[in-house]
Nanobody, 124 residues
Framework: QVLVAESGGGLVQPGGSLRLSCVAS????????MAWYCQAPGKQREWVAT???????NYTLSVKGRFTIFRDSPGNAVYLQMNRLDPEDTAVYYC??????????????????WGQGTQVTVSS
């Protein structure tokens, strides 16, 4: 079984910075893509950024140039450096990992795991 846990959220003033962290633990053979999503109040969960196993990155347009996603290779962690934060960035941020592990029945396969989310609030 795999656990994915985020940390680093909090309250920050507009223009400030935060760094979110996400660590996976358990029986993990390989981690493929790692990503961050966010969900603002009353809205659906949206994709923010992805980093591939090769280190390639992609961002949604609204965060390009402000956020940076990077992974701890060959570790099991992914980070989101968030700069020049705006009140529109207020949301719960979720970590998403696509990885090879084994389920409770011992079946090895490729699975997707989500963290429990960490709240980011941008307000003066």
């Amino acid at each position: 079984q795999v656990l994915v846990a985020e940390s680093g959220g909090g309250l920050v003033q507009p223009g400030g910075s935060l760094r979110l962290s996400c660590v996976a633990s358990g029986t993990i053979f390989r981690i493929n893509d790692m990503a961050w999503y966010c969900q603002a109040p009353g809205k659906q969960r949206e994709w923010v950024a992805t980093v591939t196993v090769d280190g390639n990155t992609n961002y949604t347009l609204s965060v390009k140039g402000r956020f940076t996603i990077f992974r701890d290779s060959p570790g099991n962690a992914v980070y989101l450096q968030m700069n020049r934060l705006d009140p529109e960035d207020t949301a719960v941020y979720y970590c998403n990992m696509n990885l090879w592990s084994e389920n409770r029945r011992g079946q090895v396969g490729e699975y997707v795991y989500w963290g429990q989310g960490t709240q980011v609030t941008v307000s003066s």
